[in-house]
């Protein structure tokens, strides 16, 4: 039958193995939930960097790019229009023959002038549309390339975001492995409390032995030395 000391140290062994156990576990979901939390967080930045890589594709592909050409020519076209009815080269649209010739002078003259001047027009025109189309490759590629400046910039900053965020998480899980030290703290004291009242029981019944025989050797020495007085009688 175990005597009541050596059944306290037995629970506080056990008392102390459950609390660093405990708290062992509570580090470990703490650990966890650290790269969990990493993971997602890398995860998130990723999908944002694949996200404008498509949307720089999209942007860029020969669909989209044939609409921005043809965006740019007609704006390019409408400005050498303007320059040249600005310059008086050109009459605005709607203007008939007779309007655009002089106001002075026969009329075989002025639809002469007339003729020639929609002929001048016409091949200003012309023109004007070719140039148009031509720089609108030039203005097409020079907005490419600003889409690819700004997308390579933000990808440049998530990528910083995602160094940053693998470089804390030594950190983090440095912290989170600190969870359970209340309990594993807890649990040390309480096994070195059941090893030391484990000792101290362990200490008394070897004193308690030791009495013992240490009695029984004094009746064994009275019974011998009177076998040897017996003997002597003889």
Known sequence: MCEPVSIISLALAAAGTAASAYGAHESQVAQDKAINNS??????????????????????????????????????????????????????????????????????????YAAQAAKVGNYLKQQGLANANLQSFADTTLQNSRLNQNMGNQQNILAGFMRNNSSLLPIQQYAASQAGNTAKGVGGLLSAAGSVTGMGASTGALSGVGSSLGGSGTVGGSAVQQGFDASNNY
Not at 63 to 79: G, I, L, V, W
Not at 86 to 105: E, H, I, S
């Open 39 to 112: 993971v997602a967080a890398q995860t998130g930045l990723q999908n944002q960097s694949n996200n404008l890589f498509n949307q720089s594709l999209a942007q860029q592909n020969v669909a989209s790019t044939q609409d921005k050409m043809a965006a740019n020519a007609t704006t390019r076209a409408d400005e050498y229009a303007q320059a040249n009815i600005n310059a008086g080269t050109l009459k605005p649209q709607g203007t008939n023959a007779a309007q655009a010739g002089t106001t002075t002078g026969p009329r075989v003259v002025q639809d002469a």
